[in-house]
């Protein structure tokens, strides 16, 4: 397995941590398309990613933060 950080996710990533996400999330939570998750994303200053990949690289697991009111 992998650890990775990124400040930006690929195409590819965001793809796979919109299927984490809702997976893990109530229906109320979930997007319902790419576009939906991405503009979220977009929204949010400073973010940091931290991606664990399996040895073929797709996403087994995803942390992320970002500053919100002056504080991480």
Known sequence: MNLLKRTKLNESERVQILELWNNEYPIGLRYHSLEGFENYL?????????????????????????????ER
């Open 42 to 70: 977009e929204g949010l200053t400073n973010q940091s990613h931290l991606l664990v990949n399996d040895p073929l690289g797709r996403v087994l697991a995803w942390y992320f933060d970002f500053v919100r009111e002056k």
